[in-house]
């Protein structure tokens, strides 16, 4: 089984990207929420990959965190949500509210998932409400590579602790404008954060 990919990115789409790993290409599909995690085209690249393997076809799921990764393994555990509908799922919101939906019983804005119905939404909420409480998306590190990734490492060196640093990092990522994501930027908003 493939449970990790390094390599060159050779393109990507928002539901997919093609890495080039010792001249092989594997093609892996992946979440929206991964695909804003990318680096730039022919840039090194490392994604979490889960691997499917049915009798027709070997597919590969790849995440740019490993919480992401155990998401959509629990996602695919449930009955009736396949790998499509897994992913659906993590690019319609952010894993942290999904999460805080399913401890909240919100079918309301599970429903509103492309693919996931009431009932579905219903199935979700009752088969993992009580296997999501160890996961902490909001903790996985920045993609590497990025400016995100970067802050992370200096606010480290401060002295700030590691998952204290990735949620806030994460929590600013989410929130500035795309012209506002640099290294700098995320360090002076994250330190008025951190030391409060």
Known sequence: MIGLLSGKLVEKDFTDCLIDVGGVGYEVLIPLSTFDRLPLENEPVTLFIHTQVREDAITLFGFAGKEEKKLFQQLINVSG???????????????????????????????????????????????????????????????????????????????????AVNKTVNALLAELPESEKNTENLIRAALLRLNF
């Open 81 to 163: 949500v396949g790998g499509k509908l897994a992913l659906n799922v993590l690019s319609a919101m952010p894993a942290a509210n999904f999460c805080a939906a399913v401890a909240s019983g919100d079918v309301k804005s599970l429903s509103r998932i492309n693919g996931v119905g009431k009932r579905t939404a219903e199935r979700l909420i009752v088969e993992l409400k009580d296997k999501l409480s160890g996961l902490d998306p909001a903790a996985a590190a920045p993609a590497s590579g990025s400016a995100g990734a970067d802050a992370a490492a200096a606010l480290e060196q401060l002295g700030f602790r590691k998952d």
